[in-house]
């Protein structure tokens, strides 16, 4: 592997809240390699969020240093660290967020309005399609978020986060809004996606779900507290890892 | 280049889409605008239509025309009138015989009375006029003839009839010939005049008999003052020139020195043009001051609704900035939408405001003149209003922190 992914060094992250500061991040160290698959635990209120925000270029930290992709991304404005999450991040969130009253196709396509490259109407098309039937939602690609069941919002939220083709996939407790049958399917995506190389950084506190990576990072108190390789991954928890496009349209 | 474009072209399209999805709201937003542009289109075609009337009628006044009042003109330009006039009718034949610019003159006295023929009567004012009055009014009669010369010199009991009173007393027609008693002196009617129709206050100029105006200071006002004198100018150049050589006639046959007041005044029709058409200003002027404040009150409206929309759509902001929207990808967004509100409010207010103006027209009957202008004027205005007022909520869209946006509910 050449250079890490993600490589952050003594981060911090102080709020201002009055005269108190709360120190969200105390000084974290990471390293994340191209193709790994890890899991962000830790109880609430530990710094998960704004670690997640950070590594989204979605705040910047007040101090230390994040490379992305090999690319100093700390010190970066609003506008450049737009185009750093267009083109570099995926994210997955767990209210899905995707535009009501907007089908999926257009929703998938929303990224590519905003790059960098200019994409015609057809190349967009042809992406937010192959993306949507890498998440198994093939055929509906006219269908409104409010015609799909919360794990094919989901997919839908995941198609449009790969897009773009990322260097990391972030999602924030991505399966939080689902029920367990449905979280699988999804964590099922996300090792598929992860099989093919795609970088994930998700962030749960369901050991369930951790369970899918292939690494665990413990936060608490702002600072990574423990940090385990899983070796035996890909197990269901009844045991089973069923292929993703199989499950996908079983569901649909 | 052409990426930017095509990208702020798609950027664009994501405002519109927002527009076709809240159709209702839209349209209710776009209301204060359609209802301003309206306005301030049927507002600019009623002003229009009016002073094109009020130029029509001054036209119809006469030609070339000046009018001499008894009166002094103070420094100020007011008018000063004691009640005694002292304009006579020598006056009037010395500027038709000294003044070189001048074509005709007409004095004029004016009586009310109540007129009688046979068993119908009518009141009405009668005036006391020369032969050149129908010339300066362009006023012919239609039929039998007008009195002559020889008729103001015998001081003759003859009239012409505007053509209202002729109805009233005659309504079988064949007035000429018959006799109508004015305050008890018999008349004998020698003409009918053309229709005029009204005059600038509204007055119906056809309601009057004319008659020499020897006739009436002799036989029934026993005046020997006039109350003005009517000329015309050889030409629309010479007003100027005849006004002045009516001033020096006056001036010497009144023994007045050329610095002091002098005891008439004149008023030409240019004048009289003139000062209505200020006053038709300050009336459009405040027509469109009330168009204006609709069309601001359009625009407040539109903020208000942006301002509405941006609150309620964080989230879809949040969503927007976390995938790579920059903070002016957001703002062109609100924006195009607020525009786009706004020209295709001011649109169908154009439509609506020429529809209501041809509408006013057929059913008031009152003359309108749709202008290009008012049109280009009002759709700029809100093309501006758009951006105006759209450009605060835009900005706080484009503003907002992705983070907080994200977790708002
Ligand atoms: N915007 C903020 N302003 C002030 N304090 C904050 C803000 N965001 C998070 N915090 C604080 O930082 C700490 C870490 O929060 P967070 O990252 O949300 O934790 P987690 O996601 O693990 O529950 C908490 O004490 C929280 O109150
Ligand atoms: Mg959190």
Redesign the interface.
Known sequence: MSQPVIEIKDLTKVYQMGEVEVRALAGINLLIDRGEFVAVMGPSGSGKSTLM?IL?C??RPTTGTYRLDGVDVSELN??QR??V???KIG?V?QSF???A??SAIENVE??L???E??W?RAQRDDAARKALVLVGLAGREGHYPSQLSGGQQQRVAIA?ALV?DPAILLADEPTGNLDSHTSEEIMGIFQELNDSQKTVVLITHEPDIARHAKRIVHVRDGLIHQDERIRQHRVGARGIAPPVIAVAQDRS | MKNSVQRLGNIAIVGLKAISRNKLRSFLTMLGMVIGVGCVIVVVAIGNGASASIQSTINSLGTNFIMVFPGATTASGARLFTGNSNLTPDDGEAIKSEAPDVAYVSPQVRTAAQVIAGELNWGTSVNGVGTDYPLIRVWNVAQGDFFTDADVKAAAKVAVLGATVAENLFPNGNAVGQIIRIKNVPFKIVGVLERKGGNMMGQDQDDTILAPYTTIMKRLSGKTKIDMLYVSARSADAVQQAQTEIDSILRQRHRIGPGQDADFQMRSQEEIAAASASQMNTLKMLLLIVAAVSLLVGGIGIMNIMLVSVTERTREIGIRMAIGAKGRHVLIQFLFEAITISIVGGLIGVLLGIGSSKLVAAKAGWPIVVSVESIVLAFGVAAFIGVFFGFYPARKAARLDPIEALRYE
Do not use: K, S
């Open positions: 925000n989204g979605l705040d609003r506008d737009a185009v999450r267009n083109a994210f969130f967020n995707l535009l009253r907007t929303l990224p309005l905003y790059g490259t200019g015609t449009r773009t």
